[in-house]
Each structure stands twice: as structure tokens, then as C-alpha cells.
């Protein structure tokens, strides 16, 4: 396994995007300004209350996030203080 690991690359794979579409909430399209979009590389399903539970405990927003599942294991953290996404962006905890 660790020899499949050393091997492994973001690069091998296909870029892929997809657009991401504003919601409307009464105010106009929301902003992804402060959202990050994450992935689990897993062959298992990801646990989302677990995983929701586990991301607070290590990141701690100064007013909290909310997280969204968006499939394939994706997820949008949506912060709501720019040091919040600033200090995640920079490898802080």
C-alpha cells in the first residue's frame, strides 16, 4: 500500500470541474466567497455527522461553518469570517 501511495498523483488524473450554481436565499445569489470545497479520498462512504463533528473539533471557526454535502465526496465548508478560510488556506488546524 505505502508503494501505491509514493506513486500517487492528483496529476494522473483528468482535470475535472463542475459548476457550482448560487442558491437564492432571498438576497440575491449567495457568495462562495468564503466557501472551500473538499474532498475525502476514501473507498468507504463518508459519515457525514462524523466527519461534520470531526472538521468543527480540529478547525474551530471563531462563529461556526456550515457544510454541505454535495456527492461523491464532496463537501462545501462555507466559513463566515475571512480569517476562519484564511488560516485553513494556510495549513493552520
Request: with cysteine; glycine share 8%.
Amino acid at each position: 500500500m505505502d508503494a501505491y501511495l509514493t506513486r500517487l498523483s492528483l496529476e494522473d488524473r483528468e482535470e475535472e470541474g463542475w459548476d457550482v450554481i448560487g442558491e437564492d436565499s432571498g438576497y440575491g445569489l449567495a457568495s462562495y466567497k468564503l466557501c472551500l470545497v473538499g474532498s475525502f479520498f476514501t473507498a468507504s462512504i463518508v459519515n457525514f455527522q462524523a466527519m461534520k463533528n470531526m472538521i468543527a473539533n480540529v478547525w474551530h471557526p471563531i462563529s461556526g461553518m456550515a457544510i454541505f454535502d454535495l456527492s461523491d465526496k464532496r463537501f462545501l465548508f462555507r466559513f463566515l469570517y475571512d480569517v476562519d478560510i484564511n488560516r485553513i488556506e494556510h495549513g493552520d488546524p
